[in-house]
């Protein structure tokens, strides 16, 4: 059976819907969006608000997502909220989904969303008992079958998701990728004088919001494709570089490891998030491993240690760095000198972020862009642009460090203008 296949895109009455599990659980309910049948990992998200963004980020691709928030689609869709050029999710798993869209922004429903772009899902299914048993047995492969495939035996409907392909092992980030560069200008985004920086930024995944809140702060960003050498990235002649996030495992991401490698050789400055904060850790010299169910949310609590400051953050990874969690340490690749754990999860003590002592380069495991999410983290966009300028200026990692841990606040606010502090403001 193929991953994934449609068998109508029509919006009928509601067919029966099955999710199931590889471990044999069944959830019974109806189907939502389009009709066919949906194969990935079942992941669970936490996030009250935020659905389109959710759905529409490239980081979910191959994930089956079920939403613990119990009404989804009140506020339907629209065009500015999108954070891709498309929706990624495999398929959707909600329990009340919203007869009606009403809100002064939406433009169609949900559910038509999902028809139109050929997105299965499921709904009126206990969405909290299916969160509690990924908690307990672990994230799964999972299936969604509605329509005719529904209607298969239990034993086949199991079968086909075993037989289907798990998420270790998975290289997604080409898939999900531009194809072509293109470059988002300050001047775009309300930034009314000359660009102050312009960093090469590669796109594994990447989330609209994250070019703009660097463009919003005056930085030019060239958006390359996950496929870029060394020559791509000195083409076009970067002040910094930046690695987003995106979907898979980060164990297959030689290519782009090996790309992290000569930039730090070349001491560019570098900024990572989620992927990029795992290749950051490979490049190093670091391990990854998968967790047992993943941060999926925009509630996760993160304490940055440099500041002592606790931030609410949003996340969406499934995997970790393996690196010690106190105090400074050599990298295993000896080349790259200290390197410490600068964030860490509250919940898990699971590493948040890594910073470089000896070289310009740091990284976080989750999204400072907040779209959507809370804004809490937006002053990394802010300590970047230091570490570019004290590089500039020719300071060390260490001082740059210093400059830009007096410099901000995480919980008082950043130097992000102030259209970025509100989300009808974002999209605009």
Request: with cysteine.
């Amino acid at each position: 059976m193929k991953a994934n296949t449609v068998t109508s895109t029509t919006a009928t009455p509601a067919a029966p819907a099955a999710l199931v599990l590889e471990d044999g659980r069944i959830f019974r309910g109806t189907s939502y969006g389009a009709t066919g049948t949906a194969l990935g990992e079942a992941v669970f998200a936490t996030g009250m608000t935020g659905y389109q963004e959710t759905i529409t980020d490239p980081s979910y691709a191959r994930q089956l997502v079920v939403q613990t928030a119990p009404h989804i689609g009140n506020t339907g869709v629209n065009s500015e909220d999108a954070e891709s050029r498309r929706i990624w999710v495999a398929g959707y798993i909600v329990r009340d989904a919203a007869r009606r869209p009403s809100n002064w922004r939406s433009e169609r429903s949900l559910d038509e969303e999902l028809v139109d772009q050929g997105i299965v899902g499921i709904q009126g299914v206990d969405t909290r008992a299916i969160t509690r048993h990924l908690r307990e047995h672990k994230t799964m492969r999972a299936g969604i079958f509605s329509g005719d495939a529904a209607r298969a035996s239990d034993k086949e409907l199991v079968d086909a998701v075993l037989a289907s392909a798990p998420m270790e092992g998975a290289r997604l980030a080409e898939e999900v990728s531009v194809d072509e560069a293109y470059v988002v200008e300050p001047k775009d985004h309300g930034w009314d004088a000359e660009p102050r920086f312009s960093i090469a930024a590669i796109d594994l995944g990447i989330k609209a919001m994250t070019p703009v809140r660097f463009a919003e702060r005056g930085v030019r960003v060239h958006v390359l494709p996950a496929t870029a050498t060394l020559d791509d990235v000195k083409a076009v002649n970067p002040d910094g570089f930046f690695m987003s996030n995106g979907p898979g495992d980060p164990a297959t991401a030689d290519a782009q490891v090996k790309l992290l490698r000569s930039v730090l050789d070349e001491k560019l400055p570098y900024f990572g998030i989620c992927f990029g904060n795992q290749i950051l850790g490979r490049a190093l010299g670091f391990g990854t491993y998968k967790l047992r169910y993943g941060h999926r949310g925009i509630n996760q609590p993160v304490m940055d240690r440099r500041t002592g400051k606790v931030e609410i953050t949003s996340q969406n990874h499934g995997f970790a760095v393996d690196a010690p969690l106190d105090g400074a340490t050599q990298a295993p690749e000896e080349r790259y000198g200290r390197v410490e754990v600068s964030h860490v999860s509250l919940n898990d003590d699971v590493v948040e972020g890594l910073a470089c002592l000896d070289i310009p380069a740091f990284s976080v495991q989750y999204h400072p862009e907040a779209a959507a999410g809370p804004h809490d983290a937006a002053y990394l966009f802010d300590r970047f642009i230091d570490l570019m300028e004290g590089t500039r200026d020719g300071k060390t990692a260490n001082e740059s460090k210093d400059r830009v841990d007096s410099a901000h606040n995480p919980v008082e606010g950043s130097a992000a203008p102030k259209n970025s502090d509100t989300k009808t403001e974002d999209k605009k």
